[in-house]
C-alpha cells in the first residue's frame, strides 16, 4: 500500500475553509484515495473517496492533480462539529485483502 | 437501518484473562473487518472474514489472538492471556462488497488490561 503523509494537527476557526494535505508519491495506478473521518470515542466514518481530478459531495470537496502524487482534502466553512481526526487513504479500490493501516491521521481543531 | 454494533463498549480484564469481543455487522453485510487502535495512533487492521471464513488474517498477532464469524451470530475477537499491551480501542467494520470506502465502523470496544 502507498505511505501517506499528513500533517499531525491543524487549527482553524468557525467559518473558514480548511484543507488538509496528503502525500502519497508512491501511489499505484489502481489507487484510489479515500478520506476517513474520526470523532473521539467513535469509528472512522467515510467522508470522500476519488481517483483523479476533483470530487465533490456535500461534506468535502476532493482536489488531486494530474500526477496523484498527493490530495488534498477541503471542508468548506467549518463548524466546531468538525473537530475531528481525518485520515487519508491510498488503496485499490477493491482491497485486495492486503494490511490496512489508516496512520496517525491530522488532528483538526475548530475553535470558536 | 441499525448501524454495526459492538458489545460491550467498555471491557476491563486482569492480566491473563479471557478477553470476549462481539460485532454485529451491518444487516446484509457478510464482510466484518476488525481493527486496533492504540492510544494517540491510528487504525491498524487486524483480520478481514466473510460468513464462516477467515479472509485475511495478516494483521493480527499469531498467539493468542482469534477471530471467527459464524453462519449465525456476531463476529467474535477473542484474546487469550491478555496482557497490558493489549489495551487498546478495538474497532469492527462491515460492508457489502470488499471495498475500502463501504466500510461502516462500529462504536469500538474499548479494553482496559489491568
Known amino acids: 500500500l502507498a505511505k501517506t503523509t499528513q500533517p499531525i494537527s491543524m487549527d482553524s476557526y468557525e467559518g473558514q475553509e480548511v484543507n488538509i494535505t496528503c502525500s502519497h508519491n508512491?501511489?499505484?495506478?489502481?489507487?484510489?484515495i479515500t478520506w476517513y473521518q474520526q470523532f473521539p470515542s467513535q469509528g472512522p466514518r467515510f467522508i470522500i473517496q476519488?481517483?483523479?481530478t476533483k470530487v465533490t459531495n456535500e461534506v468535502a470537496s476532493l482536489f488531486i492533480p494530474a500526477d496523484r502524487k498527493s490530495s488534498t482534502l477541503s471542508l468548506p466553512r467549518v463548524s466546531l462539529s468538525d473537530t475531528a481526526v481525518y485520515y487519508c487513504?491510498?488503496?485499490?479500490?477493491?482491497?485486495?485483502?492486503?494490511?490496512?493501516?489508516f496512520g496517525g491521521g491530522t488532528r483538526l481543531m475548530v475553535k470558536p | 437501518n441499525a448501524g454495526v454494533m459492538q458489545n460491550p463498549r467498555h471491557l476491563v480484564r486482569r492480566r491473563g484473562q479471557e478477553a470476549r469481543l462481539r460485532c454485529s455487522p451491518m444487516?446484509?453485510?457478510?464482510?466484518v473487518y476488525w481493527y486496533r487502535q492504540l492510544p494517540e495512533e491510528g487504525l491498524k487492521f487486524m483480520v478481514y472474514l466473510q460468513k464462516e471464513n477467515i479472509i485475511d488474517e495478516s494483521g493480527m498477532p499469531k498467539e493468542r489472538f482469534s477471530a471467527e464469524f459464524p453462519k449465525e451470530g456476531p463476529s467474535i475477537l477473542r484474546i487469550q492471556q491478555v496482557v497490558r499491551g493489549d489495551s487498546a480501542a478495538y474497532f469492527c467494520a462491515s460492508s457489502l462488497d470488499r471495498v475500502v470506502h463501504e466500510q461502516y465502523f462500529g462504536p469500538g470496544t474499548r479494553l482496559t488490561v489491568t
Open positions: 487513504l491510498v488503496a485499490p479500490s477493491d482491497w485486495a485483502g492486503n494490511m490496512l493501516t
Open positions: 508512491n501511489i499505484a495506478t489502481n489507487d484510489y
Open positions: 444487516k446484509g453485510h457478510s464482510h
Open positions: 476519488g481517483y483523479k
